[in-house]
Structure formats: structure tokens, C-alpha cells
């Protein structure tokens, strides 16, 4: 006797072949019936007898395809008797009704099977750079809306040829319903041309032609699935200077994109951690211990003991590198404004950086940057969340407090946004600098997109207390247009509430918030904050010393500044400008003009601040060109086991970790220690504080976790560290993985705030 039933399966399940392993999986059950893409999933109808209908839901979750990811399977009507079966299986036509619930899958690096048809003479895709199939290629920046059918892609302009459209309607080939399958008769194309636009060749010859012209030391710009990236040997120093300078990228490091894992075993140290990371279909940039001596020009990632790692994950990167070994691969942009990704806008922008353009007829709908991983221990974690990860949901595994939707509008320095909706997380991609107008526009285009696909308007819309934002500005004139309430949400709450969630705690916990700025509640720069509480609210429980910052904004880019100012509060004037004139001569007219306004400059607690301090006492770096740079050459400088003294005292309520015998210390032991064992000081004795003062919160308020968020935590060494140190003082520390420590999470966390508040 057969039956029927229809099911539901939610989470990533279009774009990753779902469908015609439904089919192929019927097929061995022998089970008939449809599947078809809805808007809530995949809808299917199944008959089949008892055992054959059993067999085939518990094959469909334990086998599915690699790339797709099932949050449930639904039962939309019960098994009965099914007296007029279909006589097989179909892929029925997709269907639109109700609320867009189905999920957008990721961009997929190339598949082996894929890549061993490319090289293949005898196939007719051999080195076609756009060859693809169902577990493969781009999906979420070619999707215009779902659900995703090829009409609704940029592939949609391309029509399939007899051969491509045989197996995009053959259920046991692989590229049954594989969206933007394509072929060198009928799919895009490229060619080259020089820095004005001037077509050189195209086809295969165009991308042979680009490779050469990279070994010779050329510098090109070639798109690829997010975006365009500028290319050039690595290995060559006169090459990477020559980009830097056009580039105007003096220090910043670059990414390197290796031929293959042995390539890249050559320029780095692979932990397993970090191979499976650059072999996963996600292939993430992944900064990893240089190889010494180093074999790539140090001007790549000068004064870094890292190097950011990728393998290719298009079939065209795969052909560039085939005589290459590896090869710069940066984006292509202006310092952190949006990846360029139209050919037009490549060309108007780029012709002075590159020599030569590899241009696609395939549009990028949604640009998007590489994402970013660091590993630590048997682990990793995101500094940047973008291509193969966005837009991948979270499960939201806090109890659900509000039914309606909310968005986190994010903070400033790494933009992003997310949503809130039902029980998942919808984190936005890397999106950079606000402070740009072209960064803002880019960030409205990605809210729309975000907004359209998945049917989002929302009811509360979160942001950052700090009165001058621009996301904040941007995010009040959103709620307006749209009738949402608005909430003001702390921005070191927010990264706590962001670590808590990714964690899945829900108890009152500590949160060690260490970062550069973030706008206090009090009017002051929070950056080194103890909070005790949870997503519903939180108490400041202690803090970094306060000090004042010479210039506000103007000591950021300079930490020299805030150092003289440190010098002077431990010192005194006097002594505080000969030390300075010592090691920063250089700047000597500005140092009484710089004291004279510290006491009406703010005030802050930041650690950042403080790491870019020292680093500039030690000599390292008195002058940054991008955020964060003295405080990772003072990481990528510190060895040894020396414990640099820090106090940690009460004062009222609150605990504070005082660095002045830290700052004192740093310059007594200058000239009789090696600079790098005081920099390895400094971080291990602020790890030994930092847990001293959690432990004591620990004692006093009963709390087992402790959360650490904000970019300071992307400093290995200190973070590796701080953890020892708590777990030492029985405190279990919460780390983030796929959401950045950095600002990139504090949309997040507004969200989870927001929907607490209800």
C-alpha cells in the first residue's frame, strides 16, 4: 500500500542542488511525487510505502548535499492513503506565496569535479574560467530575489545552449537546476584590455596573456565573483612597492592567493584548523605564522609576522595561478571605501593603479569583499565576514522576546547591519568605513537587497548611542520612512549582548569589552570596560584608568600623542616632554602645544589606545596609515615570558586596571631589555589583570562567564593569554567565531538588545 504525505524543509536549501538530490534520492527509494522551490523553502509532495517514505526523510537529512544546511523538515500534511500516485518524481515549477522565509545560500568556492573538467582537453568545458554546477560557483551575488531561479540572476541574460540545457533538465546530472550553468558557446566571457580600455584579446587567450603579464611584474585588475581584485607577483619587491604607491597603501597588508595547499604550505605555517578553513567551500582569507626566511617580498605584510592566506575559489583564479605559485590578490579599492565590482566603474577608478584590465560579461549584482579568519588554538574566528558566509543565518538560541522584526543599523569604523526575524540572525556583510559616502551607499544598496529578498520591514530599527554616526543618522531616517520604533543601544553593550548570543548564554555574565572608541554613557570614550549583566541590560563593574586623549581624533592617527600624554600623567610635564624628545624628535615643536590642550581634551578608557601607545613608546610606530597598526606590530613584535606590572584597584563601585607602573615599567626597562620582551610583557601582564578583575567580579557577583568582544581580542597573543589566566581563576571564557570580535558585531548585538527590550 503506498502514501502520501508533503513536507517542508527550511534553511539553506536552493541554490545548493537540494532539489535534484530530492529527486535522485526518490529515485533510489522509489518514491514519487515533486519538489519545488517556495518561499518558505522547498515544498515537496511524496508517495511512497511506509518503510520507503521512513527510509527517505532520514536519508534526506543525513545525506544531503555538502553546501546546504536544514534547520527542519515540517510536516505540512499527514501520511494517508494515496489511491492516485504520479508515476514518478519531478522538479516542479518554483512557486512565490506568502512571506519570504526560504534562505539565500553563499557563494561556493569550485568543486574538485568542476575544476577536473576544466582541465580536461577532452571536455567541452576545458579551461572555461565560469564552469559550475550544483555544488558550486556564485549564488548570493548574482541573486536579484528569490526564489532562486536562474530568471531571477544575473545569469538570466545568458541563454543556455542545447547541450547546457540537457543537463539543467536532467535529474541525474550535476548541474540539474545549477543556476548559473553556462558554457564557452553560450555562457559569459572575458577578455583583456590595457589601462584605457583598449581591447588587447579575449577567451582563453585573454586569460593567458594576464597570467604572463603578472609573472613579468605587471599589475592588473581582474573581476572576480564579488568583486574586482588588484593582482601582482608577490615575490618581486619593486612590484609590491610599485602597487603600494599608486595603490596608496604605504603599510597595510596584502592578501596572497596561493596555487594550491602545498603553495601555501610553503609561504605559511597550516595548523589543521587553518587547512580546513582554506579547503572549505567558504575559502576565506586565513592569517597564518609566516614561513621563515619569508619567501614572498616583505613588502607585502611589512612589519607583521602574518600573512593572509587564500587558495583560489574561482576556476579562472585557477587558471592565473596555474605558472604562478601565488599572487597578490587585494581588493579593489580606495582605503576602506566598497569593493569596485562594474567594469565601467573599474575602469574610471582603477586605470592609474593597474596596467591592465581582465574584464567579465557576468554582472555582480551584490558586490562583496573575501571574508577573514584568524585561527587560535584547534579553532578560528571571522575578522571579516563577507563572500562565503554572508548570508548564512545564525540560529538565534536566545529565548525569542519580540515577534516582529528587528534590525541592528551597526556602528561606524566596520559597518554592517542584521536582522532579527523569527529564530534566526541575518548578519549583513563587511561593509567598511561609514565616514565614506561611497561606503553609506553602498551600505543602502546592501540593506535594500537584504530588505527585497527576504520580505524585511522592520518594526524596531537598533542603533549606536554615539550622536554623530552616520549609521545612526542613516538608521533614525529609515525608521521614520518606514514607521519603526527606534531604540539607542550602548556600544559595549551591544558587543556584549553579540558574544552572549553567539555563545548561546543566557545568564548574567561578565563582558570584557576591549576596543578603540565607543561612546560611553557618561559622554566619555569607553574602549577598556568591565560590564556585568546580559542582553536585557548591564552594570559597569570597572574599567581602564581614564585618561585624556590630546586632540580627540587627532591622537588616534598618532599615537605619539596619547603617549605623551600617558608620559605626563605618570611623569610630569617636564619629564614627560625630554622622554618624548628622545623618541620622537621628529615631533618635538608640537609637544607643549600638544600637553597644553590635554586637560579639555576627552577623556578615555580605551585599551586600544593604550596597545598604540606603547607602541609608539617602544619605538615601533609613532605614526599609523590604518586602524589598528601599532597595536598589531606591537603583537607581531612581542616575544618572551615578562609580566609587566599592572595594578588593578577599587574605586567606589568600580574595579580599575591602572597602567601607569605598566607605562613607568616600559620606560625603565628600555635600553636594558629587548623591545620585544617588553611588548610580550606588556600583553601577558594585562592578560594576568584582566583575569585578576574578572575573577574578583566572579567572587563578588557569583557570574561563571566571562565575553570578550571588540577589536582588541583580535590580538592572538592576548586573547590565547587572557584565557589561561581565566580559566586559571575559574572563569569559563566566551569567544565570537562567526560574528568579528570588531565593530562588525555590534549590529548584532543591537539586535538582540532591541528584541529583548521588546
Not at 218 to 236: D, E, L, Q, S, Y
Request: hydrophobic share 40%; net charge neutral; charged share 20%.
Amino acid at each position: 500500500m503506498l502514501f502520501q504525505t508533503r513536507i517542508l524543509v527550511s534553511g539553506i536549501v536552493q541554490g545548493v542542488g537540494f532539489r535534484p538530490f530530492c529527486a535522485r534520492l526518490a529515485d533510489s527509494e522509489g518514491i514519487r511525487g515533486y519538489a519545488l522551490n517556495s518561499s518558505r523553502g522547498v515544498e515537496m509532495e511524496l508517495h511512497g510505502t511506509e518503510a520507503g517514505l521512513d527510509r527517505f526523510l532520514q536519508r534526506l537529512v543525513g545525506e544531503s548535499p555538502p553546501a546546504s544546511s536544514i534547520t527542519s523538515v515540517s510536516v505540512m500534511e499527514e501520511r494517508r492513503e494515496s489511491p492516485h500516485p504520479p508515476d514518478g518524481f519531478e522538479i516542479a515549477r518554483s512557486r512565490r506565496e506568502g512571506r519570504q522565509t526560504a534562505l539565500i545560500p553563499a557563494d561556493l568556492a569550485v568543486c574538485g569535479r568542476c575544476l577536473s573538467e576544466m582541465r580536461d582537453p577532452s571536455d567541452r568545458r576545458y579551461r572555461y574560467p565560469f564552469i559550475n554546477c550544483t555544488d558550486c560557483g556564485p549564488r548570493y551575488t548574482i541573486i536579484s530575489e528569490l526564489p532562486y531561479d536562474r530568471p531571477n540572476t544575473t545569469m538570466s541574460v545568458f541563454t543556455m545552449c542545447a547541450e547546457c540545457g540537457r543537463e539543467y533538465v536532467d535529474p541525474l546530472s550535476r548541474r540539474f537546476h545549477a543556476e548559473p550553468n553556462a558554457c564557452p558557446v553560450c555562457g559569459p566571457s572575458v577578455w583583456l584590455t590595457d589601462s584605457a580600455g583598449r581591447k588587447l584579446t579575449s577567451g582563453d587567450d585573454a586569460v593567458r596573456m594576464c597570467s604572463r603579464l603578472l609573472g613579468q611584474g605587471r599589475i592588473g585588475a581582474v573581476k572576480g565573483v564579488g568583486g574586482f581584485h588588484i593582482a601582482c607577483t608577490p615575490f618581486r619587491d619593486e612590484t609590491v612597492a610599485l602597487l603600494r604607491e599608486r595603490k596608496r597603501r604605504p603599510h597595510k597588508p596584502f592578501a596572497v592567493m596561493a596555487a594550491s595547499i602545498g603553495e601555501a604550505e610553503r609561504l605559511v605555517h597550516l595548523p589543521y584548523s587553518a587547512r580546513r578553513l582554506l579547503l572549505s567551500p567558504a575559502a576565506p582569507i586565513v592569517l597564518c605564522c609566516a614561513r621563515m626566511p619569508v619567501r614572498v617580498s616583505r613588502l607585502v605584510a611589512p612589519g607583521q609576522r602574518t600573512l593572509g592566506v587564500m587558495l583560489p575559489y574561482t576556476p579562472l583564479h585557477h587558471l592565473l595561478l596555474e605558472e604562478q605559485g601565488a599572487l597578490v590578490m587585494t581588493s579593489a579599492n580606495f582605503s576602506d571605501a566598497p569593493i569596485v565590482s562594474d567594469n565601467a566603474e573599474a575602469l574610471a577608478g582603477l586605470s592609474r593603479i593597474v596596467d591592465f584590465f581582465l574584464f567579465s560579461d557576468r554582472v555582480i549584482h551584490m558586490p562583496i569583499d573575501d571574508s577573514v579568519a584568524a585561527v587560535i588554538g584547534r579553532s578560528y574566528f571571522l575578522l571579516r565576514r563577507g563572500r562565503g558566509y554572508t548570508p548564512l543565518p545564525m540560529p538565534a538560541r536566545l529565548p525569542r522576546e519580540h515577534d516582529g522584526i528587528v534590525l541592528g543599523a551597526g556602528a561606524e569604523m566596520k559597518g554592517s547591519f542584521c536582522f532579527l526575524r523569527g529564530d534566526s540572525l541575518l548578519p549583513g556583510q563587511y561593509l567598511g568605513d561609514m565616514k565614506q559616502r561611497e561606503t553609506l551607499e553602498y551600505y543602502s544598496r546592501a540593506l535594500e537587497h537584504f530588505m527585497r529578498l527576504y520580505e524585511l520591514k522592520p518594526d524596531v530599527i537598533a542603533y549606536d548611542m554615539h550622536p554623530q554616526y552616520l549609521s545612526s543618522l542613516a538608521a533614525k531616517r529609515m525608521a521614520a520612512e518606514l514607521g519603526a520604533r527606534t531604540t539607542a543601544v550602548q556600544h559595549h553593550h551591544a558587543h556584549f549582548a553579540a558574544c552572549l548570543f553567539e555563545n548561546g548564554v543566557d545568564e548574567r555574565s561578565c563582558g570584557v569589552i576591549f576596543d578603540g572608541t565607543g561612546y560611553g554613557e557618561d559622554g566619555d570614550i569607553w574602549g577598556g570596560e568591565f560590564l556585568v549583566g546580559d542582553a536585557s541590560g548591564y552594570v559597569r563593574a570597572g574599567h581602564f584608568l581614564p585618561s585624556r586623549l590630546p586632540g580627540g581624533d587627532a591622537a588616534v592617527m598618532a599615537p605619539w600623542r596619547y603617549a605623551l600624554g600617558l608620559l605626563h600623567d605618570v611623569f610630569g610635564r617636564e619629564r614627560a616632554i625630554e622622554l618624548a624628545c628622545a623618541s620622537w624628535p621628529e615631533h618635538s615643536t608640537k609637544f607643549g602645544t600638544v600637553l597644553d590642550i590635554l586637560p579639555a581634551s576627552p577623556r578615555t578608557t580605551s585599551c586600544g589606545r593604550f596597545f598604540d601607545a606603547v607602541a609608539a613608546l617602544l619605538g615601533l610606530r609613532s605614526v599609523i596609515t590604518y586602524d589598528g597598526q601599532a597595536a598589531m606590530e606591537l603583537e607581531a613584535t612581542a616575544t618572551g615570558s615578562l609580566l609587566a606590572p599592572f595594578g588593578v584597584m577599587r574605586e567606589g563601585d568600580s574595579w580599575l586596571i591602572d597602567w601607569r607602573p605598566a607605562v613607568r615599567w616600559v620606560v625603565e626597562s628600555m635600553g636594558s631589555r629587548p623591545i620585544a620582551e617588553i611588548a610580550g610583557g606588556i600583553h601577558d601582564g594585562l592578560a594576568l589583570a584582566t583575569a585578576e578583575i574578572c575573577g574578583r567580579i566572579g567572587e563578588e557577583t557569583g557570574v561563571r562567564f566571562a565575553a570578550l568582544s571588540g577589536g582588541v581580542w583580535q590580538n592572538r597573543r592576548l586573547l590565547a593569554a587572557t584565557c589561561r589566566c581565566l580559566v586559571a581563576n575559574g572563569i569559563q571564557p566566551l569567544l565570537h567565531r562567526l560574528l568579528p570580535p570588531n565593530d562588525e558585531c555590534v549590529s548584532a548585538g543591537q539586535a538582540v538588545i532591541a528584541a529583548r527590550r521588546g
